[in-house]
């Protein structure tokens, strides 16, 4: 919600992207593309859009999250 919904949820799916609901965010990480633009890779659509890098410590933590299979919690 912090960083992500205010351009990626339902009304406002920014890239075809709703963040708003966890559903919506299976479906970005399963792209494989997520972790790349919040890591503001070379390649990958740099996210928060117009906006500073998340970071590391969030980024290490949503990484890891992913990385355990996003589990709903």
Do not use: E
């Not at 494989?32 to 890591?39: E, K, L």
């Not at 070379?42 to 906006?51: F, I, Q, T, V």
């Amino acid at each position: 919600n912090k960083w992500c919904v205010g351009c990626h949820s339902t009304n406002n799916a920014g890239g075809g992207h709703d963040l708003s609901n966890y559903n919506g965010i299976k479906n970005s990480i399963s792209s494989g593309r997520f972790i790349g633009s919040i890591q503001h890779t070379a390649g990958y659509s740099a996210m928060p859009k117009s906006a500073s890098k998340l970071s590391d410590c969030d980024i290490n933590a949503i990484t890891k999250w992913v990385n355990a299979g996003a589990p709903n919690n």
